[in-house]
């Protein structure tokens, strides 16, 4: 199932801030990334390191049916001062 997918910070303007993807009808936060690293293999290590929010929160483990999404977001590492 094609899915639009927000990308933030400096992966944002890497990727124009959102991609489209293939993803399977139950997806998981290792599916949605690995889907993210197949489009663009070049930012494989910076993907690697994101978190991925469904519904504006983010996700471990758990599995999601993709009827019930209304959002994905991948948001990158940030560091604070």
Do not use: R, W
């Amino acid at each position: 199932m094609q899915t639009k997918i927000k990308a933030f910070a400096y992966l944002g303007e890497k990727l124009n801030h959102e991609v489209i993807v293939d993803l399977p009808l139950k997806v998981t936060k290792v599916t949605v990334l690995e889907a993210i690293k197949q489009q663009f293999p070049q930012y494989k290590a910076e993907i690697s390191e994101c978190s991925v929010a469904i519904n504006q929160s983010f996700i471990g483990k758990e599995s999601y049916v993709m009827s019930d999404i209304a959002e994905i977001a991948l948001i990158p590492p940030v560091s604070g001062g």
